[in-house]
Every structure is written in C-alpha cells, then in structure tokens.
C-alpha cells in the first residue's frame, strides 16, 4: 500500500526488481482497488497496521478475505501495535513482521527483527535465512532478551500515555491535527477498536505555521529527545520532512502527505503530564517569532 514506510517503499519498487520480483503499489484502505490489483503471478498481499507516520489502521478481515479469495498470501508488519495490542495471525494473516528494535527491545540499543507464521512457511524463511547471513550477534540476543521482561508493562504505560497526549494535543490552539487511532477523529478508529487491545505509543500531529515553525517547537524542546526511532523507555520526536524524507523536494513530500509542519512523537515511560508540559511551552514557543 502507498503509505507504508518510506525504505519499505524503495525496497519493494526498487530492490525487488533486481531479483525480477514485481511490485503493484495500491491506495492505503482502497480495498476494491487491492481486489483489482491482484494478478495471476501475485504471491502476497503486504502492508503495515497501524502505518508510518499517519497510523492508518489496516481492516484484517478485508484483507483475509481478498487474499482467501485469490489464494495468495498476506504479510502485515505490526510493528507499531506490538503483540501486545494486535495479533494479525488470529485474524488469518499469513505472516506478521516486527522490528524488534523498537517496542520488543525498548531500550534503542539493539538492531533485530523477527518474522511469525505457520511452521511450514517459517522453515522456508528459514532456510534462506541461513544461506543469506543476517545473523544477530549473542549480546544483542541478550538485549532483546532483558527487553522482553518488562514489554508488556511498558507497552500498557505508553498506550496509556499517548492517548492522553493526543487528547491533549487535539484540543491545542497550535495544533491542526493529530493521528492516533485512538481518538474518535481518527478514519480509522472503529476498524482499531475492533482488532486492536491498545493504540500504540506513537502519536502523529500537524502543527500551524511554517517550516521555520515546526523548527521552533523542535528547538525548545526539552524533555523529548530529536531522534528517528520509537518503542523505547525515553520519548522521542522526530520530524519526518527534515529526517526521513530529506531527500525529497517540496513538492514530492507534499504529494506523499509529509507536509512541512508534519511532527511524529514516540511515548516513552515518562510521567505523561511532563511529557505534555514539555510539548505545550514548545507548542507556544512555536507560534513566537523571533526578533
């Protein structure tokens, strides 16, 4: 689907080519166009739920059915709703993806993922693991290990922390929007009420002003950090047009929803009225202009 992230994107379009591997790009949540775009060659349906950065929330059911309907296989990377909060396998996804850099480690030290499914399709995942390397080393396996102690406590603290973070940001005078499938303003809410537990630690949100606004409220930040990752114990914020899509001009951002004014924040453990008070007197710096 064409909101799904950036390097994920690049990968299937481009990468995959090399090996004479095909890819069909649809419109997130267009579900007659996906129908339409299964051909007889297609092998699997991929996507992400909830998506990166605008957490859009995949309808499992519907994929189920589409890929029952053309017997082709689906893959879902959740590595924003961790296990905690979505299990796509219970919904008939074929296999599931996690980044187990983010919410499964929780402590932004490790580099690992992990790939779910049925025993038969795993071995095949397997075997080409084996002869292509990628191999995590001992003391990362130890890391993930240690991180997975205390993963659910963490995932509950961060669930609960960014929906009052979104609600707060909501009702902000210097905010335009927030993405957070939690709140009722979000297209997909119901969908996530339905499959999901929890809404995840990540909460999207446009900011008023300029580009030059956005750098303000980055600036005077103080509690959250500026850094690119997500699902670890210190709450992170990132600014997808100047970090993940610096590449780009202007207008091709734009005409992939990644407007100037476009901020992602990653919860950590911190006591969510702290993490609000940080993000209000920089929300308020952010309006402010310079003399």
Known sequence: TDDAYKKTLEFCSSYLERFGVSCTIVPFGDYEALD????????????????????????????HGIAKKHKVLTLIDSTFSTPVNQRPLDFGVDLVLHSCTKYL????????GAVLGRKELIDEVRALHKATGGVIDPHCCYLLLRGLKTFPLRVA???ETATKVARFLEGHAQVKRVYYPGLESHPHHE??????????GVVTFDIKGTL????????????????????????LITHPALVSYYDCTRKERYALGITDTLIRLAVGVE???DIIADLDQAL????RRRA
């Open 36 to 63: 339409r775009a299964v051909r007889p060659n297609t092998r699997f349906i991929f996507s992400e739920s909830p998506t990166n950065p605008y957490l859009n929330i995949f309808d499992l059911d519907r994929l």
């Open 105 to 112: 480690g929780g402590h932004n030290d490790i580099l690992a």
């Open 157 to 159: 603290v961060q669930n």
């Open 191 to 200: 969908i996530a009420k339905a499959q999901m537990k929890g809404f995840g």
């Open 212 to 235: 030059s606004s956005a750098k303000r409220f980055l600036d005077n930040l103080k509690l959250c950090f500026i850094a690119p990752s997500l699902g670890g114990v210190e709450t």
């Open 271 to 273: 006591e969510a009225n």
């Open 284 to 287: 308020k710096k952010s309006a």
